[in-house]
């Protein structure tokens, strides 16, 4: 047989181990849904400290583009009926390292002290006098706040001025996990972290009750 004729089978050959046969690469691993299953040992999700119907957990939601987020949920069940609530956060995944990633949260979620709140908003209904003691610790000015409207020709400079709410809390600052992949299992360490340090994840299969 001529060696020519040999060609075109070595060039298929050589073919089907490039990206021009059309074929899509193979989605990460890491790709999906994840529950937290143990934290520092002990088993999550958790029961509330002050009520035991109430489950509290966490989860991973990692997407195609290894952009995700991660949620803190609650679950409880009261005369028949779910309650379920959550608060998420954005996160990214550095895969370049794979099977150890390093997945970045836009917040942390897990430092005492560090969750945002709205501030409460105080309103002088009147009715009573100032002590300044609350404030600025000033004398009160003897007058009377009757919480009326000004009207026109009120000598608005002589009005007392309004009481600001405190100043709110800064969102908080952003935690990494580096985790290591094994099957079904995402073993992580949060980074900085002395406590809720080590976490290990199970991957949520669609047929699993979330």
């Known amino acids: 047989m001529d060696q020519r004729s040999k060609i075109p089978g070595l060039a298929l050959v050589a073919l089907s181990f490039t990206q021009c046969t059309g074929r899509?690469?193979?989605?990460?691993?890491?790709?999906g849904d994840w529950r937290a299953i143990q934290v520092d040992g002990e088993k999550h999700p958790q029961s509330h400290a002050y009520d035991a119907q109430l489950l509290?957990?966490?989860?991973?939601?990692?997407g195609d583009d290894?952009?995700?987020?991660?949620?803190?949920?609650?679950?409880?069940?009261?005369?028949?009926?779910?309650y379920n609530s959550e608060r998420v956060s954005d996160l990214v995944v550095d895969a370049s390292e794979a099977p150890k990633y390093r997945i970045e949260v836009a917040h942390d979620f897990f430092e005492v002290g560090q969750e945002p709140y709205e501030p409460p908003s105080y309103y002088d209904v009147g009715g009573y006098d100032d002590t300044g003691d609350v404030d600025t610790g000033s004398a009160d000015s003897g007058t009377d706040d009757t919480g009326a409207p000004a009207e026109e020709g009120d000598d608005?400079?002589?009005?007392?001025?309004?009481?600001?709410?405190?100043?709110?809390?800064?969102?908080?600052?952003?935690?990494?996990?580096?985790?290591?992949?094994?099957?079904?299992?995402?073993?992580?360490?949060?980074?900085?972290?002395?406590?809720?340090?080590?976490?290990v994840f199970t991957r949520i299969r669609p047929e699993d009750e979330v």
Do not use: M, N
């Not at 899509?24 to 790709?31: K, L, R, S, T, V």
């Not at 509290?56 to 990692?62: D, P, Y």
């Not at 290894?66 to 779910?82: I, M, T």
């Not at 809390?169 to 900085?192: I, K, N, V």
């Open 66 to 82: 290894l952009a995700g987020e991660l949620a803190l949920y609650q679950s409880a069940e009261l005369d028949g009926l779910d």
């Open 24 to 31: 899509e690469q193979a989605a990460d691993p890491i790709i």
């Open 56 to 62: 509290v957990g966490e989860q991973l939601r990692i």
């Open 156 to 199: 608005l400079a002589g009005l007392r001025p309004l009481k600001l709410p405190s100043v709110p809390q800064l969102a908080p600052g952003g935690t990494a996990f580096a985790c290591t992949l094994e099957r079904d299992t995402l073993t992580c360490d949060r980074e900085g972290a002395d406590e809720l340090k080590h976490w």
